[in-house]
């Protein structure tokens, strides 16, 4: 048996992204008394946060309305130039906007970097006094005897490869509350065995997954367009009997944000989604843009895309899931930020009314009711 520290707190966030940061600031918002936790995997806030995206503000207004003026990075790039194309091996049909279905529009949209926003919200959340531990994933979640989830244990450190310890090993803690928030993303290993437990995906449609490869570049200043968006769909894909498409997102600073994103119910076995995102770059229209810059990142994630029917009950026991955990993306808007944020912002506001009420450790109906009858449910 290993000792360990233990925390408590009223609520704790397992993620610091977009949805568990949101959830700890509206927690603060509602009751500043409360106390919140947010544990990150990642060295920093922002470490495992790979994405440029292009962000629909609704969310955000409605968590911080002055985030315009109080330096957040997002509002350097509004989106000036929405583009999607159908490719061809060597050319492109460009989609008239009079055709395009309105949800894909994105006037009022931001484009930006996702890690550089949730690092400007975690510092939102610090000034509230939200206690975020970066270098701190949860490896495990705690029970109490009813069968209620009543937090998460951090990993071990200083385990070498055959699962001994080592001179500098240190156990991990038990950070426990009232209400736990699983916000971990797309897949999560906690999320994963919470659906299994308390058949959480009883009466949705499976969730389905797509591999986004992403990249960020420095590119010649003339070639720059700040705010310019283009989507892709077609070419290299349609070679193979399978879906998905590019984006690449003109961001501040000379850079873009690249990506390509392969569905993964293909059924050619070969197709590889690494080189077919390296043969989407070859395109001409996208080489054009690229050549004689640089790239500075890169990385992968899955991503929801099951949509809303693949939702699966948000409440259990303890505790509740938001965000990519619960599958928020929108897939023909090509979104998913504010969906999260919003998401967690109606956990938040439950979980406090539960524990103002002198509530703990039971199942949050109210939440999942509060997603199923807002903007969320309707876009």
Same mark, same amino acid.
């Given at each position: 048996?290993?000792?360990?520290?233990?925390?408590?707190?009223?609520?704790?966030?397992?993620?610091?992204?977009?949805?568990?940061?949101?959830?700890?600031?509206?927690?603060?918002?509602?009751?500043?008394?409360?106390?919140?936790?947010?544990?990150?995997?990642?060295?920093?806030?922002?470490?495992?946060?790979?994405?440029?995206?292009?962000?629909?503000?609704?969310?955000?207004?409605?968590?911080?309305?002055?985030?315009?003026?109080?330096?957040?990075?997002?509002?350097?790039?509004?989106?000036?130039?929405?583009?999607?194309?159908?490719?061809?091996?060597?050319?492109?049909?460009?989609?008239?906007?009079?055709?395009?279905?309105?949800?894909?529009?994105?006037?009022?949209?931001?484009?930006?970097?996702?890690?550089?926003?949730?690092?400007?919200?975690?510092?939102?959340?610090?000034?509230?006094?939200?206690?975020?531990?970066?270098?701190?994933?949860?490896?495990?979640?705690?029970?109490?005897?009813?069968?209620?989830?009543?937090?998460?244990?951090?990993?071990?450190?200083?385990?070498?490869?055959?699962?001994?310890?080592?001179?500098?090993?240190?156990?991990?803690?038990?950070?426990?509350?009232?209400?736990?928030?699983?916000?971990?993303?797309?897949?999560?290993?906690?999320?994963?065995?919470?659906?299994?437990?308390?058949?959480?995906?009883?009466?949705?449609?499976?969730?389905?997954?797509?591999?986004?490869?992403?990249?960020?570049?420095?590119?010649?200043?003339?070639?720059?367009?700040?705010?310019?968006?283009?989507?892709?769909?077609?070419?290299?894909?349609?070679?193979?009997?399978?879906?998905?498409?590019?984006?690449?997102?003109?961001?501040?600073?000379?850079?873009?944000?690249?990506?390509?994103?392969?569905?993964?119910?293909?059924?050619?076995?070969?197709?590889?989604? $690494?080189?077919? $995102?390296?043969?989407?770059?070859?395109?001409?229209?996208?080489?054009?843009?690229?050549?004689?810059?640089?790239?500075?990142?890169?990385?992968?994630?899955?991503?929801?895309?099951?949509?809303?029917?693949?939702?699966?009950?948000?409440?259990?026991?303890?505790?509740?899931?938001?965000?990519?955990?619960?599958? $928020?993306?929108?897939?023909?808007?090509?979104?998913?930020?504010?969906?999260?944020?919003?998401?967690?912002?109606?956990?938040?506001?439950?979980?406090?009314?539960?524990?103002?009420?002198?509530?703990?450790?039971?199942?949050?109906?109210?939440?999942?009711?509060?997603?199923?009858?807002?903007?969320?449910?309707?876009?």
């Amino acid at each position: 048996m290993i000792e360990r520290e233990e925390m408590p707190y009223d609520v704790v966030v397992v993620g610091g992204g977009p949805a568990g940061l949101a959830t700890a600031i509206r927690l603060k918002q509602v009751d500043p008394e409360l106390s919140v936790c947010v544990l990150e995997k990642g060295s920093e806030i922002g470490a495992h946060i790979l994405s440029g995206a292009t962000i629909d503000p609704k969310a955000l207004d409605e968590l911080l309305p002055a985030w315009r003026e109080d330096g957040c990075p997002l509002a350097e790039t509004p989106v000036t130039d929405n583009w999607h194309w159908h490719l061809t091996k060597k050319g492109k049909l460009a989609i008239p906007h009079l055709i395009q279905p309105p949800f894909m529009s994105n006037d009022g949209n931001y484009t930006g970097s996702l890690g550089n926003l949730c690092r400007w919200l975690a510092e939102q959340a610090e000034a509230l006094e939200v206690e975020i531990f970066p270098g701190f994933p949860a490896a495990e979640i705690l029970y109490d005897d009813k069968g209620a989830v009543i937090g998460v244990q951090t990993g071990d450190m200083g385990i070498d490869r055959e699962g001994n310890q080592k001179a500098d090993f240190q156990p991990g803690m038990n950070l426990v509350g009232k209400y736990t928030v699983f916000c971990e993303g797309a897949r999560g290993h906690l999320t994963k065995r919470l659906k299994a437990r308390y058949d959480l995906e009883a009466n949705c449609q499976p969730q389905i997954y797509g591999l986004g490869i992403k990249e960020l570049w420095d590119i010649w200043p003339e070639k720059h367009v700040p705010g310019r968006v283009i989507h892709t769909q077609g070419w290299p894909l349609s070679e193979h009997d399978a879906w998905g498409g590019g984006f690449l997102y003109h961001q501040a600073n000379n850079q873009v944000a690249l990506g390509f994103v392969t569905a993964l119910d293909y059924k050619n076995p070969y197709v590889y989604p $690494f080189e077919e $995102f390296q043969r989407w770059k070859q395109h001409p229209e996208i080489r054009a843009i690229l050549e004689g810059g640089k790239r500075v990142a890169y990385g992968a994630r899955a991503i929801n895309e099951g949509g809303w029917q693949s939702v699966p009950q948000l409440a259990f026991p303890g505790g509740v899931l938001a965000g990519c955990s619960a599958g $928020f993306v929108n897939v023909p808007r090509i979104k998913g930020t504010h969906t999260a944020m919003k998401s967690g912002m109606l956990a938040a506001e439950a979980i406090a009314g539960a524990i103002k009420a002198g509530r703990e450790q039971d199942t949050l109906q109210e939440y999942d009711a509060a997603v199923r009858s807002s903007w969320i449910a309707k876009e």
